[in-house]
């Protein structure tokens, strides 16, 4: 995919998610990158998360699309999210050390504290390997705050990755 529409989307470097962690040595480290429409992450998966016969485990398919969703719900909202729920369809097996692509994009913003997202992983070959739908609760700072799940450096290095997406407008 070209790339020239899209900007990276800053991660924080001290960052240990199992998904895009940059700290986290044996995660996914998934770099996202977004335009005012759709977000995605190229990766290959190790082999250390096979399920079997090098298709990778489910579970980390189903992360990958958490990840790129929960991304795409924070960049284009330029809100903060916690999933709500998701629902994953796995279509094809999908391979360990094949290029993947993850991408997500806002299905229907229901409320303001509220988006619905749809994500896919997309193979090699062009071919939709599995899909998802999620719902994301959105938060404002404040509110977050509230939930004493982030502390105030988080929130300030998060509210600055949000802002990026203003870049593009």
Not at 26 to 39: S, T
Not at 56 to 83: C, K, P, Q
Not at 118 to 128: A, Y
Request: net charge neutral.
């Amino acid at each position: 995919m070209n790339r020239s529409n899209f900007i990276k989307i800053p991660n924080s470097a001290h960052n240990t998610c199992f998904g895009c962690g940059p700290a986290n040595n044996r995660g996914l480290g998934m770099e996202f990158y977004g335009n005012e429409k759709l977000v995605f992450s190229e990766l290959d998966v190790p082999d250390y998360m096979a399920g079997w016969n090098g298709v990778i485990h489910g579970g980390i398919l189903s992360t990958m699309l958490d990840e790129v969703m929960g991304w795409a719900a924070i960049f284009l909202t330029e809100r903060f999210i916690l999933t709500k729920s998701m629902t994953v369809s796995y279509h094809k097996p999908t391979l360990v050390h094949e290029r993947l692509r993850a991408e997500a994009e806002i299905d229907e913003r229901t409320s303001e504290r509220e988006v619905r997202m749809k994500g896919r992983i997309i193979n090699p070959k062009g071919e939709v390997s599995v899909s998802a739908t999620g719902v994301f609760a959105l938060f404002s700072p404040e509110s977050i705050r509230k939930t004493g799940i982030i502390d105030a450096a988080q929130i300030e290095e998060l509210t600055l990755i949000m802002s990026s997406h203003s870049r593009l407008k």
